[in-house]
């Protein structure tokens, strides 16, 4: 694992020692837990737009598998209760096909987070070895022995930021696990919202039907609760990176949800009202093209007032108003 993650824990020191030089470099104190925990905000930063080309696929690729839903319910229905190996061959290939036509992936969902987790574990090495590699005058790996030390020394509100809820460290115990629950906290309720969000406003009502909805749903409760368990292991610092990161998935979502959301979903009626209130055609047309459906709506409408079956007795008294 060390072997596997060793780039990964280079790129992070790499990073941290870049935005540390810099807040340093404007005169912020090098041994400070705020130039420190800015460090780490700004790692966050460069590895959240590194990976917004994989949320722009994310997205493709799951509005596609909702797009899915109907077809893969009729295969579903067409082998049901087919259990041989052949069979299920079939179905397997079956459904490779639908995922190559429209360019869908079950696992682009999981890809931003995928590529994180290295970035991720790196930085939870490199923040448990400062204790040691403090104590021993070490470095790690592009942080030198004295950014070691200083990051050694760095706390907030007298929490050191390599802390953990379970091993405090010298600091302030109390402050180390007050911050710790605040963050672990904050981190499973934004990851509830991103999940959330994504299931109840942006999901086209066929495919809420679907289930996909259903572990969408699922995964509502047990991603926070995952989130929740395994903060109490990690360090603050590490606690400051995934919580940052959740808030920018949230704001990139939100965004994507308001602006590009999903045909049919509650999202996309919601746009076009607002798109309506400023006068705009719905998303996907034209203005020409949506008032050539007012007009053939109103011609529809106009034959159905003209064919209006009448009785026959108010039909002879129209006639005699005719004639």
């Not at 987790?117 to 403090?134: D, K, S, T």
């Not at 605040?182 to 990851?191: G, H, K, N, R, W």
């Not at 034959?303 to 026959?312: A, E, I, L, S």
């Amino acid at each position: 694992m060390d072997i596997i993650l060793w780039p990964f824990k280079w790129i992070v020191s790499a990073i941290l020692w870049a935005f540390h030089e810099l807040f340093t470099v404007i005169g912020m104190d090098a041994a400070s837990g705020a130039t420190w925990i800015l460090a780490i905000i700004g790692l966050t930063i460069v590895m959240r737009t590194l990976t917004i080309p994989l949320f722009v696929k994310q997205i493709k690729s799951m509005r596609g598998m909702q797009e899915l839903q109907p077809e893969m319910a009729k295969l579903q229905a067409k082998y049901k209760g087919k259990t041989d190996q052949l069979s299920r061959q079939a179905m397997a290939q079956e459904q490779m096909e639908l995922y190559r036509k429209t360019g869908s992936n079950p696992l682009a969902s999981c890809l931003p987070i995928i590529v994180q987790m290295p970035i991720f574990f790196g930085l939870f090495q490199v923040l448990n070895g400062v204790p040691n590699a403090a104590a021993n005058n070490e470095g790690i790996l592009v942080l030198g022995n004295d950014k070691v030390e200083q990051f050694n020394d760095a706390s907030i509100f007298g929490a050191p930021l390599f802390s953990t809820m379970l091993r405090p460290g010298d600091g302030n115990h109390f402050a180390t696990i007050l911050i710790a629950a605040i963050m672990v906290v904050l981190m499973s309720a934004t990851q509830f919202y991103i999940t959330k969000q994504l299931s109840a406003k942006n999901m086209s009502d066929a495919a809420k039907q679907s289930p996909m909805y259903r572990q969408q749903q699922i995964m509502l409760y047990v991603l926070p609760l995952v989130f929740a368990i395994s903060g109490i292991n990690f360090p603050l610092g590490v606690l400051v990176y995934w919580t940052v990161s959740n808030f920018w998935s949230l704001g990139q979502q939100f965004w994507v949800i308001r602006n590009n959301p999903t045909p049919g979903s509650q999202a996309e009626r919601e746009l076009n009202e607002r798109r309506a209130e400023k006068g705009l055609p719905p998303v996907g047309k034209t203005k020409e093209e949506q008032e050539q459906e007012i007009e053939a709506a109103r011609e529809r409408a106009a034959r159905g007032q003209r064919q209006q079956p009448m009785g026959k007795k108010r039909q002879k008294q129209q006639n005699k108003k005719n004639n």
